[in-house]
């Protein structure tokens, strides 16, 4: 996650002398920009849970349930690498406000979607509000609290708060399902989209910055990330013709970014070998975690027959150790530096995912849920220092930009991992669900090993 380091203090403290509008409340303009965060993080693993309700209801198989939630993880990652930008041109609040209100409406959207392509589209339209409302939620609280001391406690607050919503998503999907309808994941978010639009209006009007954007960086990079995951969702004929727009996009994407003054993604970002394993290790991380709650939330449903609240409760007791590991995290980080707690997290993680290999349709589902433990207590142990290493390695001006792409990076590997493995179980789900399983702690392997040589002391 983003940090304190993201603007200089002397810029933060002009920004805030700059606030125009009501008088200042920061601990409202920080509730209302960690409830939009918690808002648009719970969404991208709440919706796991009642993929199989989903399924039945609107007569979709496998590849339409991955759709369900690739459209939202890749419309949040893709256009994550710009909003930023545009949330300075725009100002904070009134780009939060804009993406607070097209979420709500996007989930009123889905949760009225009639068929599966409508669900769909309305899911994209969810990423791209919440591309929007993450760097201006961070924002707004950035320029809440001019002091460094007060803003560092706020900004971990706020992220903390996504974190505690990442984890919880299964448990709330699962219970939203069974007590009324899969269509109760989106409705809840319209009386709580609301609530943060109340609560914004206490924040102070943010002032306009020029930022520069690279809309054809962004638009290549859009048709890049659909492409491939369009080609391993699909297969076949139609998989090969989407490969191929996927191979002529990213080398367009290559090409621009090398020429832009203002580029998306600046490549030589990646020269610095701290940069190049943080982001490796918060990848792997994202294919492990994402592609173990979709798998496993389909597992418990479709295989072993439990309800959609079954299924959730399961997640319970990983969901409860991810944010109180995330804290100690950050104070292992701050005493040893971040490559120890990332390789014990990396490698603790790998060996959980080794352990789950051990599951098959006759295993406990109290086995599974502690099984699940390991894997997430190690992706939680990992992600804080990494960032912290990755916000060190980037001078202090590059750092928003740095961050974005961070995000974006374990967005994009989350989605495209959802979708390489819904491809690997659908022909044998326990095979399918070994060789996912397998992959993913090799990945881990490999980015622990990179951190070992690589990343920060």
Not at 35 to 58: E, K, R
Not at 61 to 72: I, P
Not at 276 to 298: E, M, P
Request: charged share 10%.
């Amino acid at each position: 996650m983003p940090t304190d380091r993201t603007l200089p203090h002397k810029q933060l403290l002009d920004d805030h002398r700059e606030l125009k509008g009501p008088r200042p409340s920061p601990g409202l303009t920080l509730s209302a920009a960690l409830l939009g965060f918690s808002l648009i993080t719970l969404d991208a693993s709440v919706v796991n849970v009642a993929l199989p309700s989903i399924g039945s209801a609107l007569g979709a198989g496998l590849s339409g349930l991955q759709w369900v939630v690739d459209a939202y993880t890749l419309a949040f990652a893709a256009l994550m690498l710009s909003t930023g930008a545009f949330a300075d041109r725009a100002g904070a609040s009134r780009a939060y406000a804009l993406g607070i209100a097209v979420f709500t409406l996007a989930s009123a959207a889905c949760g009225l979607a009639p068929n599966l392509p409508a669900l769909i589209g309305a899911r994209v339209a969810q990423g791209v509000a919440a591309a929007v409302v993450l760097p201006a939620s961070l924002a707004l609280v950035r320029q809440a609290y001019p002091d460094p001391a007060r803003r560092s406690r706020a900004v971990a607050t706020w992220a903390a708060g996504g974190a505690v919503a990442m984890a919880l998503g299964p448990v709330a999907g699962g219970a939203l399902t069974t007590a009324w309808d899969w269509r109760a994941i989106f409705f809840i978010n319209l009386p709580l989209g609301a609530l943060a639009l109340l609560l914004l209006v206490r924040a102070p009007r943010s002032p306009r910055r020029p930022a520069p954007l690279d809309l054809p960086g962004q638009l290549t990079a859009v048709i890049t990330l659909t492409a491939v995951t369009f080609a391993v969702i699909e297969g076949g004929a139609t998989g090969l013709a989407a490969l191929a727009v996927a191979v002529a996009a990213g080398a367009a994407f290559v090409l621009i970014e090398s020429r832009h003054p203002h580029p998306v993604v600046p490549l030589g970002l990646f020269r610095d070998r701290t940069v190049s394993a943080a982001v490796a290790a918060g990848a792997a991380c994202s294919v492990a975690f994402y592609g173990v709650v979709f798998l496993f939330s389909l597992f418990l449903q479709q295989i072993q027959d439990h309800s959609a609240l079954y299924a959730g409760l399961m997640f319970l007791p990983m969901a409860g150790l991810i944010s109180i590991t995330n804290v100690i995290a950050g104070k292992l980080t701050g005493r040893y530096g971040p490559r120890l707690p990332m390789l014990v997290g990396q490698a603790l993680a790998a060996a959980g995912l080794l352990l789950l290999l051990y599951v098959d349709e006759g295993t406990s589902p109290v086995l599974v849920a502690a099984l699940l433990v390991p894997m997430a207590v190690g992706c939680a142990l990992t992600v804080p220092p990494l960032t912290v290493a990755m916000m060190d390695a980037v001078p202090a001006e590059r750092a928003g930009l740095a961050a974005g792409v961070l995000n974006s990076a374990r967005q994009v590997a989350g989605g495209l991992g959802i979708a390489a493995f819904g491809a690997l179980v659908a022909n044998g789900f326990v095979a399918g669900l070994r060789a996912s399983l397998a992959i993913s702690a090799a990945l881990l392997l490999l980015t622990c090993l990179l951190s070992f040589r690589r990343a920060g002391r």
